[in-house]
């Protein structure tokens, strides 16, 4: 449950990272937060879509993708979870949800790598938002509340699949080993 509100939130969030200007080593201009549908200007609350035109290329859009897939998948294995408690199913789902969290972490682990890799991390696109000039400064990212929380749901994703993997099996005795201390 954790995972996936940590991923919907990560997602949704107009601050996913944070662009700002560098100039020899100091950061100089504004900070800009920058979310998949939406960014923030020095880091107040309002959040603003994206102006038409405005693509920060493949790598930008391909985590956005990730970490959708990722809330999806979690969201979907979460429900057969919450179900197989009233319904134990067969061993065979158990394993499938198992592996659909394990790919869930691994998705919405690889979109934060992948979205430092994008223009918005290496041109100054994102600063000139602002509508200044920042062509001849090099930019940097860093993480924000929204990439953190994508770094919580890849852990919860990952600790719930290796915890379903571990599941006993429906019908079984899952007390045999259970000894009184009389």
């Not at 969201?75 to 659909?100: C, Q």
């Not at 394990?102 to 991390?121: N, R, T």
């Amino acid at each position: 449950m954790i995972a996936f509100a940590a991923s919907l939130v990560s997602v949704t969030r107009c601050s996913f990272l944070e662009a700002r200007a560098e100039l020899n080593g100091y950061d100089v201009g504004p900070k800009v937060g920058v979310g998949f549908d939406g960014f923030q200007l020095g880091g107040q609350g309002h959040c603003f879509e994206y102006p038409n035109g405005n693509d920060f290329g493949l790598y930008f859009r391909a985590p956005r993708a990730m970490s959708i897939t990722a809330a999806a998948l979690g969201g979907a294995s979460l429900l057969i979870l919450l179900v197989a408690t009233l319904f134990p199913p067969p061993r065979v789902v158990m394993k499938t949800v198992g592996w659909a969290l394990l790919l869930a972490a691994v998705l919405q682990g690889v979109s934060m790598e992948v979205v430092f890799l994008s223009d918005v991390c290496t041109t100054s696109e994102a600063l000139e938002l602002y509508g200044a000039n920042y062509l001849n400064m090099a930019v940097s990212c860093a993480l924000t509340r929204g990439s953190r929380l994508a770094i919580v749901a890849a852990v919860f994703w990952f600790q719930s699949s290796v915890l379903t993997f571990c599941l006993p099996e429906a019908g079984g005795d899952s007390t045999a080993t259970y000894t009184s201390l009389r």
